[in-house]
């Protein structure tokens, strides 16, 4: 009986491991697939990133945990504010930190087991723990750099577009105007995803909204909201726009005057250091001699 039950529980272990077996031979190919379906795709990047990217984009879909949810969220916001410059989606970005992790910790630990001639345990993961938050921080970087780039082009922006429109153009013309004089500056962008929005069915108010939306600039957010309420009140969006126009130049030049006050205050503490440096070199030697002569 015991010999009976031993060769059912072997042959069980058997087909349970062929199984296994197969359906990960099944799934392998899959990837496989999709793994080279990837690195074609690249095919114009260096190896070393091909292979990263196509890492990322496997990996990434595993990264569908509900604790990442509000990671995810915000990856998602920031990636809309950058202009998608990675072209990655937030699991990948989150596929990116943790290879970052891993190869910086593992990098990290010959270093110093051979820098110190010991395991260096806990500094190889501090080291794979701020790389793993680097590619986070450098998409919130490049966002807010965005940002300040849409703001500074905002008010001659908004001029072009009253020059046009007084010329007889209409407001979607003045925009593709606006889009063709700098296609790649970020505002033309932003502005050429409204003319496809509104080719594909959207009104020109949902489009516009979803651009403020898409940017999160408190300079934008307004022209939006006075755009929007011109075409309700059947103003005439180019007056409409003079008055933001100004109004941005106001808030800058605003901006501008806070910033130089403050500047004022905050070069003190650095120039008290300064002459306190100054003036102990200048002393420096008499209080030395007055020590070694008894003056003191």
């Not at 899959?30 to 990217?53: T, Y």
């Not at 100054?278 to 007055?290: C, D, E, N």
Request: glycine share 6%; aromatic share 10%.
């Amino acid at each position: 009986m015991i010999y009976a039950l031993s060769f059912v529980i072997f042959v069980s272990v058997l087909v349970l491991a062929r199984t296994l077996l197969l359906a990960g031979t099944r799934k392998w190919e899959q990837d496989r697939g999709l793994v080279l379906e990837i690195w074609n795709q690249m095919s114009a990047e260096p190896p070393l990133v091909r292979f990263f990217s196509a890492a990322c984009k496997y990996i990434g879909r595993w990264n569908t945990h509900p604790a990442l949810d509000r990671y995810r969220e915000r990856l998602s916001r920031d990636i809309l504010t950058a202009g998608d410059p990675w072209h990655q989606t937030p699991n990948e970005i989150i596929a990116m930190a943790e290879l970052s992790f891993v190869v910086v910790m593992l990098l990290a630990w010959l270093f110093l087991s051979s820098l110190f001639g010991s395991f260096q345990f806990f500094l190889g993961i501090v080291f794979g723990g701020l790389a793993a938050l680097t590619p986070g921080y450098l998409l919130g970087q490049k966002a807010v750099a965005r940002k300040i780039m849409v703001n500074r082009q905002l008010p001659f922006a908004l001029d072009l577009l009253i020059l046009s429109m007084e010329a007889g153009s209409s407001f979607l013309e003045s925009i593709e105007t606006l889009v063709t004089s700098n296609p790649t500056s970020p505002l033309a962008e932003e502005f050429n995803h409204v003319l496809q929005a509104i080719q594909h069915g959207k009104t020109r108010r949902a489009a516009l909204l979803e651009m403020a939306d898409r940017v999160k600039s408190e300079d934008l957010a307004p022209v939006i909201h006075g755009i929007n309420t011109g075409e309700e009140l059947g103003t005439p969006i180019g007056s409409v726009l003079r008055v933001q126009a100004d109004g941005i130049r106001l808030k800058r030049t605003q901006r501008a005057e806070k910033l130089a006050a403050e500047a004022s205050s905050k070069i003190l503490f650095p120039t008290l250091l300064i002459m306190v440096a100054v003036l102990l070199m200048l002393m420096g030697p008499v209080i030395i001699k007055g020590f070694r002569d008894g003056w003191f």
